[in-house]
């Protein structure tokens, strides 16, 4: 943590507590290109992403928001290099089995949404001990999108709403927003209020696409290895200059 990130242990006095959000997003771009620049090799980016990542939690919780969702893994992210794909599932699976005490003692709860049972099965044995260890805690709700695709999302949830109304069990008239949201992954966890994405690209890459309907999006040119708690203040400061309608005048 920089000394200016020590500064911003509290939250800065420019934000108004009554304004943040309650749930914040983060598609964390850049890892690649953070490496490429430091002259390193590309698994040195993703493991400084994961520094970033856990000051930002931490934040977050000093700070008072109470969800944080991060993009780790989509179902894209396996066309990369067989090579860099081992390597992330292993680093997955590694801080999950290292900062599990941790994130019990600071009484975060981990929840993980996507496509799991596709995950190497060791994978998905640290996922399943870290939610069940977890889902008492109550201090943040730390969302991990793991294999994850928002399309796919929508697509599984339609056929097990099929799959529904064939077996009698629903009408087509009974299905409504709330019916569809029981069906997704992220059943249960509120629609991000603010997305942020990294790296200056200005797109959702299939990220929370129904759940996003009226959240903010702020992006930043800064890669996501270099994303503090000084990147962080600005977008909320940012966010905190908006007006949210909701569609009202």
């Known amino acids: 943590m920089t000394i200016q990130d020590t500064e911003l242990l509290y939250l800065p006095a420019d934000l108004k507590p009554e304004l943040l959000p309650h749930h914040v997003a983060v598609i964390m771009d850049g890892n690649g290109r953070w490496a490429k620049r430091q002259g390193l090799p590309r698994f040195m980016g993703h493991k400084r992403g994961v520094d970033a990542l856990k000051d930002l939690l931490r934040c977050c919780k000093d700070w008072g928001i109470k969800a944080l969702t991060a993009y780790a893994f989509s179902t894209e992210n396996w066309k990369r290099p067989q090579e860099e794909v081992d390597f992330l599932m292993s680093l997955f699976q590694g801080v999950l089995r290292q900062e599990l005490r941790e994130m019990v003692e600071e009484n975060v709860q981990i929840q993980f949404v996507g496509n799991l049972p596709a995950l190497p099965q060791t994978l998905q044995d640290e ?4 939610m069940e260890e977890t889902k008492d805690n109550r201090s943040i709700k730390f969302t991990v999108a793991t294999n994850y695709g928002g399309r796919q999302e929508i697509l599984q949830a339609c056929r097990a709403i099929a799959h529904k109304v064939e077996q009698g069990i629903l009408k087509p008239d009974d299905i409504c927003e709330e019916v569809f949201e029981s069906h997704l992954y992220t059943a249960g966890i509120s629609d991000p209020d603010l997305l942020i994405r990294t790296s200056g690209e200005m797109r959702l890459s299939n990220f929370l696409l129904w759940q996003m309907a009226y959240g903010e999006i702020y992006i ?9 708690r000084n990147e962080f203040h600005r977008a909320l400061y940012a966010y905190q200059q908006r007006e949210r309608r909701f569609g009202k005048v």
């Open 127 to 130: 996922i399943s001990r870290s």
């Open 220 to 228: 930043t040119d800064t890669l996501w290895p270099d994303f503090d």
